[in-house]
């Protein structure tokens, strides 16, 4: 994939069954030049906005790197035509080629990238501190690889936006079936810790791959405490063992999860919300979502 802007979050299937649960629309776009995007739609049809989806760094984009800008120049001209309000997420690999859609406003956001290696080669590269608690508590856990523990996984994900008094933006049924089938069809890789007492789930991972080079932290979570620490670093000997050089922690965009992914030693990558604001009532619902998110979250807090 190394000449092509797509990751697996522009997989049309995956997309599609990922906008699925959130009761979204997909379609799919082909530009003049061979770039093509699945978009993910929401609202009804007299205000619809193509949105990135909840738990998809990226939009689906999939094409040569090299003709990139003029698919992307040919995509956002097409959607501000339609006067529809569209955000475009851009991955990493699309960072130098384009900076800015014409008409569009640009945020730039953040991730880190680690190296994968041998344990010891992990923790090297591991903070001090982290380094420290680790090794300390290794013998605490045991690993695990069955995807069917995916189901204990994702509640941990989900009780940690109860904690920081966010909704969580998918059912987990759905998501847990969505994710055991990236790991059935290799599309994935799954750890999980266990208590080696109890045999209880503290901390577990999906992380999408692209059979390449490059694997990314997609579904996580853990309780409170060391075990997501070691986990990032076992996760990273898994993925050398698989032959993957890079682990993209997803996201570095809030002061504590950044301060957490950076202790790994990665690289600070960064990557780009191309948005515009559409026209009509459109452009009404959409400035009025946040505010409507929020209410609901207040009024659904316990």
């Not at 090297?124 to 090794?135: E, L, P």
Request: charged share 20%; hydrophobic share 40%.
């Amino acid at each position: 994939m190394s000449s092509d802007c797509a990751t697996p979050f522009s997989d049309r299937v995956f997309t599609e069954e990922l906008a699925h649960l959130f009761g979204w629309t997909t379609r799919d776009v082909e530009t003049s030049v061979g770039m093509e995007a699945t978009l993910v739609a929401r609202g009804p049809v007299w205000a619809r906005e193509v949105v990135v989806p909840p738990l998809s760094p990226y939009s689906a984009l999939r094409g040569p790197l090299e003709l990139a800008e003029a698919g992307l120049l040919e995509l956002s001209a097409r959607l501000t035509a339609e006067g529809v309000p569209a955000t475009l997420s851009l991955p990493p690999g699309l960072t130098g080629h384009i900076e800015h859609l014409p008409g569009w406003a640009s945020s730039t956001r953040h991730t880190y990238v680690l190296p994968t290696g041998t344990y010891e080669e992990v923790l090297a590269a591991c903070s001090a501190s982290t380094r420290r608690n680790i090794r300390r508590a290794a013998n605490t856990f045991v690993e695990t690889r069955d995807p069917a523990r995916i189901q204990e996984v994702v509640p941990l994900i989900a009780a940690a936006y109860s904690r920081n008094e966010r909704r969580f933006p998918a059912p987990l049924d759905g998501l847990s079936r969505l994710a055991m089938k990236q790991v059935d069809e290799g599309r994935a890789y799954f750890l999980a810790l266990e208590t080696r007492a109890e045999g209880r789930i503290e901390a577990g991972i999906v992380a999408l791959h692209d059979g390449d080079n490059t694997a990314w932290y997609w579904l996580a979570g853990s309780v409170p405490g060391v075990a997501m620490s070691v986990l990032v670093a076992r996760m990273a000997v898994l993925l050398n063992d698989k032959q993957l050089g890079l682990f993209d922690l997803m996201g570095a965009n809030t002061p504590s999860i950044s301060e957490f992914k950076r202790r790994f030693g990665g690289q600070l990558a960064s990557y780009h919300h191309q948005s515009a604001p559409g026209r009509g009532p459109a452009m009404v619902l959409a400035s009025l979502r946040p505010f409507l998110g929020r209410l609901r979250a207040w009024h659904s807090a316990p």
